[in-house]
C-alpha cells in the first residue's frame, strides 16, 4: 500500500496539537497494516462526498481519503474534527 498526503491534508495536520498528530500517526501505521481494523471503523461516505472513505483517529477526529486500486494507493485528503471534514 503506498499513502499520498494532499496539501489540505498536510496543512491540517500540521496545525493539530502533538497529541492529536501522535493518535494520527498511529492511525495511520494501523491502517497501513490492516485499513479495516475495528478501532479504524472505516467507512464508506455518501452524498457530496460518494467515493470517498473515513476512518476514525479518535471519537471526533476523522481521515477523509480515497482509495484506488483496491486500496494500493491510498491518497489522505484531509483530517480535523467531524464538524471541519464534513462540512
Known sequence: MKIQFHKRFEKRFQRLPPHLKHKATEAINRFMTDPFHP??????????????????????VRIIFEELDGYTLILLLDIGSHEMVYR
Do not use: C, E
Open 39 to 60: 478501532l479504524l471503523r472505516n467507512h464508506a461516505l455518501t452524498g457530496r462526498m460518494n467515493g470517498k472513505r473515513a476512518f476514525y483517529v479518535s471519537a471526533n
